[in-house]
T-cell receptor, first 109, second 113 residues
Framework: GQNIDQPTEMTATEGAIVQINCTYQ??????LFWYQQHAGEAPTFLSY????GLEEKGRFSSFLSRSKGYSYLLLKELQMKDSASYLC??????????FGTGTRLLVSP | DVKVTQSSRYLVKRTGEKVFLECVQD?????MFWYRQDPGLGLRLIYF???????EKGDIPEGYSVSREKKERFSLILESASTNQTSMYLC????????????FGDGTRLSIL
């Protein structure tokens, strides 16, 4: 079976750091993606991990441990515009992505 | 920038109607996908295509069909719309390599009355 788990909702304060976790169990693994989706808008690509370790891209970083079936997205220096849903997705076989249900992040002043 | 365009932002149809949702991408991507997104269920794959005239079932293909006659266009067809197909429908496209992300359109919010 295929299962991806993320927390449903998180809250944080402007300027803080937040870590959004994702655990997965999938048949096959060809990489893990993180997407950001603002309410009423399309998901937009944030990061891709296929090897263990940390990938840094500005204020956003993503970590992967394949042996643990675990990833996290780290957001630093939070801004109000970071309030959105964050989707974890695993590429199992071929070109298909399996998505988690997403984590809604609310950033308050 | 990749542009994925879905023909309608909002659509209202009646049960039993045949419904067409159109998607066009302008980056010559090999792969195209149709998802539906429902609260608490996330994005679920309906169908995808990795080449012209090719199609593969996703996780929830029942009640849907697709057509890809040209590389840039991927159509989703609801053969006989039912109320449980009320949802947000998202189209995406990607290049044919493992590390390439999918790029999404803005979505069509479809209501079946």
């Amino acid at each position: 079976g295929q299962n991806i788990d993320q927390p449903t909702e998180m809250t944080a304060t402007e300027g803080a750091i937040v870590q959004i976790n994702c655990t997965y169990q999938t048949s096959g693994f060809n990489g893990l993606f993180w997407y950001q989706q603002h309410a009423g808008e399309a998901p937009t690509f944030l990061s891709y991990n296929v090897l263990d370790g940390l990938e840094e891209k500005g204020r956003f970083s993503s970590f992967l441990s394949r042996s643990k079936g675990y990833s996290y997205l780290l957001l630093k220096e939070l801004q109000m515009k970071d309030s959105a849903s964050y989707l974890c997705a695993v590429r199992g076989g071929f070109q298909k992505l399996v998505f988690g249900t997403g984590t809604r992040l609310l950033v308050s002043p | 920038d990749v542009k994925v365009t879905q023909s309608s932002r909002y659509l209202v149809k009646r049960t039993g109607e045949k419904v067409f949702l159109e998607c066009v991408q302008d980056m010559d991507h090999e792969n195209m996908f149709w998802y539906r997104q429902d609260p608490g269920l996330g994005l679920r794959l309906i169908y995808f295509s990795y080449d012209v005239k090719m199609k593969e079932k996703g996780d929830i293909p029942e009640g849907y069909s697709v057509s890809r006659e040209k590389k840039e266009r991927f159509s989703l067809i609801l053969e006989s719309a039912s109320t449980n197909q009320t949802s947000m429908y998202l189209c995406a496209s990607s290049r044919g390599l493992h590390n390439q992300p999918q790029h999404f359109g803005d979505g069509t919010r479809l209501s079946i009355l």
